[in-house]
């Protein structure tokens, strides 16, 4: 046990031994408050190898020698290090139809309108573009190429929004496309090229990517939507937080509207704002 005089009894000093900067109990508890501020995410105490890890390469960046140089100088700044500051801390996990029924409910539902109804989608959460070209496939193979079809896809992270843009991916990643998607939407590199695709131009100019921070209220969105996905993203807000969103979400949403949300995320105490209508997707009240 650290005697009570220790610097890191007191919350102080370095909780990360043999490393190349100074890492300390305040360092963290200071990421932990401007990354909830700045983003909304919540993060619990067993993310300290993590956080040094990522933000160590801002560090290095930057020309900053110590943890609390580098965030300090992070807080008198408004310059574009937040939005490294951010791309460094979240997480992006995702696949080609990943969680497959929420597309096959998907596929229902644009079926479910007379022919060239308009729909309006919203992806918030477009990570490096898998989940948003996903339901781009869905829409072309339930509603034909000449359907009135508009898709958003947002992300906080400016990194992975760029890397979706661009719709280049490693042909060993595309776990979830089986061949005959592959062939429909996908275009293989040749010569230097070989062992990656690229999502095919027309499947591309469906998509509008946009930066969009959930949390803040400043969505540039002016028509309401018919569908959003909002999936993992709020297992990284606490309570309060996730309310405000889902708030926001609901207003720019139209009545009967889906919302289709992560595995592991529930809003039974949403009641008043998403009913249940299968397994993790909403009908907006």
Known sequence: MLPSHSPAAAGNGPILEGREFV?????FARVQSLIYKHAGIKLHDGKHAM??????????????????DYLGWLEQTDGPEWQEFVNALTTNLTAFFREQHHFEILATLFKSKPAGAPWNVWCSASST????YSIAMTALESLGANASFKLVASDI???????????IYRLENLKGLDQGR????????????AG??????????????????????????REPFDVVFCRNVMIYFDGPTQRAV??????????GAMLFVGHAENFS??????????KTSYERC
């Open 269 to 278: 105490e949403s009641r008043d704002l998403f009913t249940l209508r299968g």
């Open 23 to 27: 890492w300390t109990d305040a360092d």
């Open 129 to 132: 573009g898998e989940e948003p």
């Open 196 to 221: 990656l695709v690229r999502i095919k131009p027309e499947l591309r100019r469906m998509i509008d990517f946009i930066s969009v921070n959930l949390i803040r209220d400043d969505w540039p969105f």
């Open 182 to 193: 592959m062939q429909k939407f996908l275009l293989r590199g040749k010569g230097d090229n």
């Open 157 to 167: 992270d400016s990194k992975v929004l760029a890397s979706a843009a661009q719709g």
């Open 51 to 68: 956080v040094y890890s990522r933000l160590s390469r801002r560090l290095r960046d930057t020309g900053h020698s110590s943890f609390r």
């Open 246 to 255: 889902l708030e926001r979400i609901h207003r720019v949403m139209k009545p």
